[in-house]
C-alpha cells in the first residue's frame, strides 16, 4: 500500500526547486548494498511502492529490503478539461523529493551479484537515474 | 606492518587551488596530534585510495614527514566515490587508539535453512588497541547460527590488547523468521488523505473538548 504522512501541518505545499546534493541519507547505512539517484526528483509514493514489490518478488525472503525514503510532499493537481484559475488544485498524490546522492532502497543479507540484479529490476521502475553504492566503514 | 603512504608538504590551500590539484591526482592532507605543530601534506590520489582499498587505518608516512600517523577521518564527495581531504592524527606503536571496526560475516548460518533470515543490525563497534595491532575488520563465524539465535559484541574474537568501548550485550547478528508480508486486504482501510493538525472539525463528527 502507497505511504502518505500520517498528519501534517498543511494539505497544500509550494512546488519548490531542488538544488544541490545530498548532503544527508547519502551513505549504506543500514543494509550492504544501497540504490542511489545521480539526479535530483520525485518520487511518487506509488512508484516508491512500486519498487518495493518489484525488488521483494526478486528476493523472496531472503535478506532485507530496506526503504530509505518516504513520501511527505502532497502534489496536487486539478482535473482534466477544467478552465484556469479558480485557485490550486486538490492533493493527487504524494511524492519522496530527493536530490542527486540521495539513497532510495538498502539490500542487505544477499551477495553483490544478487543485490546488482535486483536493483536493476527495481531502477526500471524509477523516474530518476540511479547507481549502486556499497557500504563503507567509517 | 603498516602501509607506507608517500606524502609531500603542501602550500596550496582554497578551494579553487585545491580543485585544481585534485584533478592533478592529489589529495590534501593535514597531519597533527602529540601537541606538535599541524601539517599541511598532500598525498597521491591512487596511493591513498590503495591504503583505504586494504582497509588500512594505521599507515607509515614517509616523504615530506616520516612519523606513523592513523587515519582519522576522511572526507567523501556527495557519491562517495572520491575523496576530498584526509585527516591524519600521529600515534606511536605502542600508543592505544579508539577506532571504528568492520565486522564481517563468515560462513553460512545453519538457521537459513530453517526458514530464517540473517540480519546483522551492527555493521561497525567501535574498539580501543595499540596502534600495532589495529585492524581493518573483525570476522564473525555465523556457521552456528540457528534459528531464532543471536551473536553478541561479548562473544567477538577482539585482536590482542584491544577493548570494547561498546556494550558488549550489543547483538551483531541474528536470525530469525522473516516478518510476513502485510495483506493489503487486512487491517483498517487506510484514510485517503492524513490528519491535519490543527483544523477545525466538521459539524456532526465528534465533539472534543
Known sequence: MAQMPKRVKHRKCQRRRIKGNATRGNRVTFGDFGLQTTEGGWISAATIEAGRIAAQQYLRNEGQLYIRIFPHKPITSIPLETRMGKGKGEPDYWAAVVKPGTILYEIGGVTEEAARLCFARLAHKLPVRVRMARRRSA | ?209
Open chain 2, 1 to 209: 606492518m603498516a602501509e607506507v603512504l608517500q606524502v609531500d608538504n603542501r602550500d596550496w590551500t582554497g578551494k579553487r587551488r585545491v580543485r585544481r590539484q585534485r584533478a592533478a591526482g592529489r589529495i590534501p592532507a593535514v597531519l597533527y596530534g602529540h601537541g606538535q605543530e599541524v601539517v599541511h601534506l598532500s598525498a597521491a590520489t591512487a596511493d591513498l585510495a590503495a591504503a583505504v582499498r586494504h582497509g588500512s587505518q594505521v599507515v607509515d608516512l614517509a616523504g615530506a614527514v616520516k612519523e606513523t600517523a592513523l587515519i582519522k577521518e576522511i572526507q567523501w564527495d556527495t557519491f562517495g566515490q572520491e575523496m576530498l581531504h584526509v585527516d591524519l592524527a600521529r600515534v606511536s606503536a605502542d600508543e592505544r587508539v579508539a577506532v571504528t571496526v568492520a565486522l564481517e560475516l563468515r560462513g553460512d548460518a545453519p538457521g537459513i535453512k530453517q526458514g530464517g533470515v540473517v540480519d546483522q543490525p551492527v555493521h561497525e563497534i567501535e574498539i580501543e588497541c595499540p596502534a600495532a595491532a589495529v585492524t581493518a575488520s573483525l570476522e564473525v563465524n555465523i556457521n552456528s547460527l540457528e534459528l531464532d539465535q543471536s551473536i553478541t559484541v561479548g562473544e567477538l574474537e577482539l585482536p590482542q590488547g584491544a577493548s570494547l568501548l561498546v556494550d558488549a550485550d550489543m547483538v551483531v547478528v541474528q536470525c530469525s523468521e522473516p516478518a510476513p508480508e502485510l495483506d493489503e486486504e487486512e487491517g483498517e482501510p487506510a484514510p485517503a488523505e492524513p490528519e491535519v493538525i490543527g483544523a477545525k472539525k466538521e459539524e456532526g463528527e465528534g465533539e472534543e473538548s
